[in-house]
């Protein structure tokens, strides 16, 4: 089970940290990525951290965000920095690859 928390309403230019924390199985062991949906598009994979901290990143990041794990408190974790308004979509934590059980997600909302 996976929840998701730390969306907000911000203006363009600005940061948001992301957490998503686990319960029930054995965290370390998953592979976690960070999706979004924006309305109208299909979800699409943000950033990703293997259970050994390898990470990726959608191209449209560019340095933008930061991805992390913390394997102790089953938790992972985005940080968003330079929002841009085609940013604006709910977030969802998951598994790599997802399991089919997603969470309620975050609403991220950037203003212009």
């Known amino acids: 089970r996976l929840a998701e928390s730390g969306g907000d309403l911000v203006q363009a230019g600005g940061s948001l940290r992301l957490s998503c924390t686990a319960s029930?199985?054995?965290?370390?062991?998953?592979?976690m990525g960070w999706y979004r949906q924006a309305p109208g598009k299909q979800r699409e994979l943000v950033a990703s951290?293997?259970?050994?901290?390898?990470?990726n990143y959608g191209d449209f990041v560019k340095g933008r965000f930061t991805v992390s794990r913390d394997n102790r408190k089953k938790q992972v974790s985005l940080q968003m920095n330079s929002l841009k308004p085609e940013d604006t979509a709910v977030y969802y934590c998951?598994?790599?690859?997802?399991?089919?059980?997603w969470g309620q997600g975050t609403q991220v909302t950037v203003s212009s």
């Open positions: 998951n598994r790599v690859p997802p399991l089919a059980d």
């Open positions: 951290i293997t259970s050994g901290g390898r990470i």
């Open positions: 029930g199985s054995i965290f370390s062991i998953f592979d």
